[in-house]
């Protein structure tokens, strides 16, 4: 060393610095790689990700391989500087030369190329791969040595390196995601994605239309009601039965009435012939599993029974499609919701009208965790069949009953006070 010239000397001490901050910058890169990211460029042939992807299969030896790069470099760099130091300054520089350093080593070869590295990881890691996978060879035996101790030491808590479980992505975490990247599609796309990842928490309850709205043909009516009830249905299929929802014998597809009714044949008689088995669907059934049931049973519609038996309503395939893809109508949302919007945060709404769908249509969060609809969470909260006038809160919301029966709230209207509020403070 005596014989290097100071000059040298700083030189050597410059690149050994450089390539501490190589070393720390890209321990940081590589290891806050996306690793979807990661994959999706694998996958499309970049040679740069799928050294990477090999040497994060083991961490351990990618640790250990850095971490012992970088401090053969520091002790290096320490060296090179004391020597300088006791050049330029005498014994002194003993004292110097370690404060110095430090405050080298910690700008230059730590918080600069690591910040840099976490706000760019892909741009620092990818070419880091190449040398990594150079070097691992020759200093493999070393790495090993180091890994041996260090693994035995994880060992004894239960962590064993050597069997990385690959992390999955929750459906929380995935959700947030897609809000993250909200800004990179288009809100449509956006929100279908997430309508999907909803689906598994939503049952067939949620949407159904209720027993009490469920309108089908019952056979015991005279011959003219039923057949106004075939010209007058909403829907395609609808389920037929006898006196009650609960004695259903089948569903009718009205598109094949028209062609009695146009051949003049269609009476009571050959009617019945065209009805076919109904489709029942277990309460408590999860959306994604009955989109699924719906397409290996090739049906469009079910009716939703209770443990015993009994018909709660009615579910179809375009509900289920409606959760993904929002309203197939053109119409205004919250009148087909039975929403009446009557300022900024005042609504009224009818008593059937679904929690869920009222959340979503209005950005409220009314809880959806018990009744369904908004006449049973009145009635949750009340315990008793209120009359008009009775006002309740619910959250931060304030509920004036405008219209009941003996049995059920028909409207009510529904306030956000917080919205009030802040809309009261703009006008002040």
């Known amino acids: 060393m005596n014989d290097l010239s100071t000059a040298l000397l700083f030189s050597t001490l410059v690149i050994l610095i450089l390539l501490s901050g190589f070393f720390s910058g890209s321990e940081t890169a590589l290891m806050t790689l996306n690793r979807y990211r990661l994959k999706s460029h694998a996958d499309k042939g970049h040679r740069g990700a799928k050294l990477a992807i090999k040497l994060l299969s083991r961490p351990d030896r990618l640790l250990g391989l850095i971490l012992l790069g970088n401090n053969i470099v520091n002790i290096f760099a320490a060296t090179i500087a004391t020597i300088i130091a006791l050049r330029l300054y005498g014994e002194i520089g003993l004292v110097v030369a370690p404060i110095a350093l430090a405050f080298v080593i910690l700008i230059f070869a730590e918080v600069t190329p690591k910040t840099l590295a976490a706000l760019k990881p892909e741009k620092l890691a990818f070419p880091s791969a190449y040398v990594y996978t150079a070097i691992a060879i020759p200093l493999y035996p070393f790495v090993w040595l180091v890994n041996i101790f260090s693994n035995a030491l994880l060992r004894t808590i239960g962590i064993h390196p050597d069997k990385v479980i690959r992390q999955e992505l929750s459906a929380d975490e995935l959700r947030a995601v897609v809000i993250e990247a909200e800004h990179f599609m288009p809100a449509a796309h956006s929100d279908m994605l997430l309508g999907i990842l909803d689906l598994e928490r939503v049952s067939v309850e949620d949407i159904m239309v209720p027993r009490n709205e469920v309108t089908g043909i019952d056979l ?119 929403i009446h919007q009557q300022d900024n945060s005042t609504y009224l709404i009818d008593g059937n009208t679904h929690i869920r769908d009222i959340n979503r249509t209005l950005g409220w969060s009314l809880p959806s965790d018990g009744p369904k609809t908004l006449n049973g969470l009145i009635l949750e909260h009340m315990e008793i069949i209120p009359q008009a006038g009775t006002s309740l809160m619910v959250g931060n919301y304030t509920i004036e009953i405008l219209r009941s029966t003996n049995n059920a709230v028909q409207t009510a209207k529904l306030t956000d006070t917080v919205a009030t509020k802040i809309e009261k403070n703009k006008n002040e």
């Open 220 to 338: 015991n009516d005279d011959w003219n009601d039923i057949f106004h009830q075939i010209t007058h249905s909403q829907r395609t299929r609808v389920p037929v039965f006898h006196d009650s929802i609960d004695n259903t014998v089948g569903v009718l597809h009205l598109r094949q009435v028209l062609n009695l009714f146009a051949r003049d044949e269609l009476n009571l008689k050959s009617l019945k012939g065209l009805i076919v088995s109904a489709y029942f669907i277990p309460a408590g059934t999860p959306l994604t599993r009955q989109l699924l049931n719906f397409k290996d049973n090739r049906q469009r519609s079910g009716l939703v029974v209770d443990e015993y038996g009994s018909i709660q309503g009615l579910v179809t395939l375009e509900d289920i499609l409606e959760e993904i893809v929002g309203q197939f109508t053109t119409d205004s949302p919250t009148r087909n919701l039975g």
